[in-house]
């Protein structure tokens, strides 16, 4: 199997992440179908892809051909059956929570043709531990975007010990074909490269306003006038979601029992009051 095998691309999830990707992977030529349990964010996903290509060709980005064709291109379903059951490619873009994303990848396992390759877009999850929920680990890998997946060049492809060497050279080049950069991580590690620097500095960022060391405003305005980021810790967690950031945490707390890895005060008090950022127009800041 190689690149050029790729045809047909099914994105798990219809949400910030999955949506974005599904539109990537409609712009680079290929025809994808889109799932997710949620028929409003299906309709969110679907509507957010009629808006978003007239606008690329108002804005001389796009041909009207070009947005026609990926429109023509692009398929939204509650099925997951209808959604799998002809990809070559598979890319899992749902909520950061182990045992969904096992259940899912059984599934997938079950509905997808036996050459497909099974890739979760987990920011901090590695492939090995849900690998072994499917009969084709060697086909199992990360491919992780990064939010807005349309704008961001960077993709982390992350090779476990149980990825042939030929599932992540596919993924290098299917990250080529949708115009993205791409790096090779050829062995697994918490967190990746990104958001191991990222975790470290929100981590810090989080203590300092615990402490009342500064306003989570005033951190942001130090790092992106200081440090030159295009955005700060706060900003950055309120468009990734606070939730994720919630769950993710809540996840390596749980497997390592580390008193040090619990989720911080702040994040825990907006996860519980729904403030989960941007997506709900409140967080560390107001979205009204």
């Not at 990926?70 to 509650?78: H, I, Q, S």
């Not at 993710?248 to 403030?275: A, H």
């Amino acid at each position: 199997m190689n690149i050029e095998d790729i045809k047909n691309i099914c994105i798990i999830g219809a949400g910030n992440m999955g949506h974005q990707i599904a539109v990537c992977c409609v712009l680079a030529g290929y025809k994808v179908t889109c799932t997710d349990i949620s028929q409003e964010m299906l309709a969110k996903a679907e509507a957010f892809a009629k808006s978003y290509l007239p606008e690329r060709v108002t804005k001389g980005k796009l041909s009207q051909e070009q947005a026609d064709m990926a429109l023509d291109n692009l398929c939204f379903t509650p099925s997951l059956e209808e959604a799998a059951g002809g990809a070559d490619y598979i890319i899992e873009a749902a909520v950061e929570k182990m045992a969904i994303k096992r259940k899912l990848f059984a599934d997938l396992d079950r509905i997808a043709p036996p050459q497909a390759i099974l890739a979760t877009n987990s920011s901090y999850i590695v492939s090995s531990q849900i690998a072994d929920a499917t009969k084709r680990p060697d086909k199992v890998c990360n491919m992780h975007f990064f939010n807005p997946a349309l704008v961001m060049k960077l993709v982390e492809v992350v090779q476990g010990p149980h990825t042939s060497e030929e599932t992540a050279q596919i993924t290098m080049d299917l990250c080529a074909k949708l115009g993205k950069r791409a790096v090779w991580l050829k062995k697994e590690i918490y967190g990746f490269l990104v958001n191991r620097i990222l975790s470290a500095l929100s981590q810090e960022a989080l203590y300092l306003a615990e402490m009342g060391i500064a306003t989570p405003e005033e951190i942001d305005i130090a790092v992106t006038n200081a440090l030159g980021h295009p955005m700060g810790p706060f900003r950055l967690m309120d468009l990734t979601g606070i939730d994720l950031t919630y769950y993710r945490t809540m996840e390596r707390y749980q497997n390592s029992r580390d008193p040090k890895l619990k989720p911080s005060p702040l994040v825990v008090e907006r996860f519980i009051k729904g403030e989960w950022g941007k997506k709900t127009k409140k967080g560390f800041y107001s979205y009204e």
